[in-house]
T-cell receptor, first 112, second 119 residues
Framework: EDKVVQSPLSLVVHEGDTVTLNCSYE??????LLWYKQEKKAPTFLFML????IEKKSGRLSSILDKKELFSILNITATQTGDSAIYLC????????????FGKGTKLTVNP | GAVVSQHPSRVICKSGTSVKIECRSL??????MFWYRQFPKQSLMLMAT?????????EQGVEKDKFLINHASLTLSTLTVTSAHPEDSSFYIC???????????????FGPGTRLTVT
């Protein structure tokens, strides 16, 4: 069964800190890994990773994939209170529907 | 681009009644739509996958007669919770995956969600 495990489940930091969120996965026929940010409503897309070692970057957020060790990390530098959210990692499951299997998420709280 | 809307955003209904939730892709054609449910402090749980013009595929443990899904067009899917009970109270989120010309193959665009409360 395809599985995604995120750690830590919860993280509290101060503004300006740098955080690293982890996502490990087990999936048959890996194709990609996706990161989402969920605030009070539905998730918003951050990154899609398909190749090992290539960093994707968007402002203070960056992410990288290691297909050999089956994990990905999401880094946020110089955190702001607006970064407070649940960060979800997902992989497409096997089969034709291409449904996503989500991890439980990391709840990040950035305090002023 | 790639905007998905849901309606209503919040609904309160009485036990035993039915509630319909709409999911629309506003600026792209969604060949596949997904319906998720999220309980407090838990992750998204996929309920069903809906392909335009065909029957939905339900995940194990999800009652297809209780959660009716209709994907009648490339821009609209509906989820009807029939004979709702308080335990059906949850946050329901849809997502849409576009045709390969408009969106990355495995990228899903989420609607804003519908908070259902059954009293």
């Amino acid at each position: 069964e395809d599985k995604v495990v995120q750690s830590p489940l919860s993280l509290v930091v101060h503004e300006g800190d740098t955080v690293t969120l982890n996502c490990s996965y087990e999936v048959t026929n890996f194709r990609s890994l996706l990161w989402y940010k969920q605030e009070k409503k539905a998730p918003t897309f951050l990154f899609m990773l398909t190749s090992s070692g290539i960093e994707k970057k968007s402002g203070r957020l960056s992410s990288i994939l290691d297909k050999k060790e089956l994990f990905s990390i999401l880094n946020i530098t110089a955190t702001q209170t607006g970064d407070s959210a649940i960060y979800l990692c997902a992989v497409p499951s096997q089969g034709g529907s291409e449904k996503l299997v989500f991890g439980k998420g990391t709840k990040l709280t950035v305090n002023p | 681009g790639a905007v998905v809307s849901q309606h209503p955003s919040r609904v309160i209904c009485k036990s035993g009644t039915s509630v319909k939730i709409e999911c629309r892709s506003l600026d792209f054609q969604a060949t596949t739509m997904f319906w998720y449910r999220q309980f407090p402090k838990q992750s998204l749980m996929l309920m069903a996958t809906s392909n335009e013009g065909s029957k939905a595929t339900y995940e194990q443990g999800v009652e297809k007669d209780k959660f009716l899904i209709n994907h009648a067009s490339l821009t609209l899917s509906t989820l009807t919770v029939t004979s709702a009970h308080p335990e059906d109270s949850s946050f329901y989120i849809c997502s849409a995956r576009g045709t390969r010309a408009r969106a990355a193959s495995y990228e899903q665009y989420f609607g804003p969600g519908t908070r259902l409360t059954v009293t």
